[in-house]
């Protein structure tokens, strides 16, 4: 079947514009990630979801940064007035099984590049 | 929070040549630790991972051995090829009553050269 898929893979914004970035993830997976990976370094937890609800917004840099997943499968990760240091590589993964279940792969999608402006 | 160090940020290789590439973690909770590497451009993808009840793992020419009580993995390969050239990441993270986000190391670029 289809791996992660996101869209668009490459994004260019003035500063001050706001973004929206879209992650499907494996059919049947629930849980949903979202790293950031700034150039040269590798990814940061930006936040989790099982299925439509957002477990863990600790990786947030700023409350510009909004992510949702309402009907447990498809994800939007929204940035509000965009600035220069919001630039990188925005991954999501996904993965099958729940919390307390048994070590699980995360997949990953091929990422959306934001340049900002 | 979990900390994660990699070492070195750069490896060079002859081919066929072993290549090691080590990494620290700070959290003694950490139960799952994934190797992933990314080519220029693409996506990660796991290459082969190691739990903290096992302190060896193998797969064809890439290995995995995992010190508890140090708090430290390592990644090797052997009979190094070009086509191994990439950047490689190593992650911890805990799988329980958690879900398992997980934490990277900075990268290792590794160039194998005919």
Same mark, same amino acid.
């Given at each position: 079947?289809?791996?992660?898929?996101?869209?668009?893979?490459?994004?260019?914004?003035?500063?001050?514009?706001?973004?929206? $970035?879209?992650?499907? @993830?494996?059919?049947?997976?629930?849980?949903?990630?979202?790293?950031?990976?700034?150039?040269?370094?590798?990814?940061?937890?930006?936040?989790?979801? =099982? !299925?439509?609800?957002?477990?863990?917004?600790?990786? $947030?840099?700023?409350?510009?940064?909004?992510?949702?997943?309402?009907?447990?499968?498809?994800?939007? $990760?929204? *940035?509000?007035?965009? =600035?220069?240091?919001?630039?990188?590589? &925005?991954?999501?993964?996904?993965?099958?099984?729940?919390?307390?279940?048994? &070590? %699980?792969?995360?997949?990953?999608?091929?990422?959306?590049?934001?340049?900002?402006? | 929070?979990? !900390?994660?160090?990699?070492? @070195?940020?750069?490896?060079?290789?002859?081919?066929?040549?072993?290549?090691?590439?080590?990494?620290?973690?700070?959290?003694?909770?950490? %139960?799952?630790?994934?190797?992933?590497?990314?080519?220029?451009?693409?996506? @990660?993808?796991? *290459?082969?991972? *190691?739990?903290? !009840?096992?302190?060896?793992?193998? +797969?064809?020419?890439?290995?995995?051995?995992? !010190?508890? #009580?140090?708090?430290?993995?390592?990644?090797?390969?052997?009979?190094?090829?070009?086509? +191994?050239?990439?950047? &490689?990441?190593?992650?911890?993270?805990?799988?329980?009553?958690?879900?398992?986000? $997980?934490?990277?190391? =900075?990268?290792? *670029?590794? #160039?194998?050269?005919?």
């Amino acid at each position: 079947g289809a791996g992660v898929s996101q869209s668009p893979r490459y994004k260019v914004a003035k500063r001050g514009q706001d973004v929206a $970035l879209r992650c499907d @993830p494996i059919s049947g997976h629930v849980s949903l990630f979202w790293y950031q990976q700034a150039l040269g370094q590798g990814p940061e937890f930006l936040t989790y979801f =099982q !299925n439509e609800a957002q477990l863990d917004k600790s990786g $947030l840099p700023s409350d510009r940064f909004f992510a949702e997943r309402p009907e447990g499968s498809v994800s939007t $990760l929204k *940035i509000q007035r965009t =600035q220069q240091e919001d630039s990188a590589v &925005y991954l999501c993964a996904s993965s099958l099984v729940l919390a307390g279940g048994s &070590y %699980n792969e995360q997949f990953f999608g091929p990422g959306t590049r934001l340049t900002v402006l | 929070g979990e !900390n994660v160090e990699q070492h @070195p940020s750069t490896l060079s290789v002859q081919e066929g040549d072993s290549a090691v590439i080590k990494c620290t973690y700070s959290d003694s909770a950490s %139960n799952y630790f994934p190797w992933y590497k990314q080519e220029l451009g693409k996506r @990660p993808q796991l *290459i082969i991972d *190691i739990r903290s !009840n096992v302190g060896e793992k193998k +797969d064809q020419r890439i290995a995995v051995t995992l !010190n508890k #009580t140090a708090k430290h993995f390592s990644l090797h390969i052997t009979e190094t090829q070009p086509e +191994d050239s990439a950047v &490689y990441f190593c992650a911890a993270s805990y799988w329980g009553t958690s879900y398992g986000k $997980l934490t990277f190391g =900075q990268g290792t *670029i590794l #160039t194998v050269h005919p």
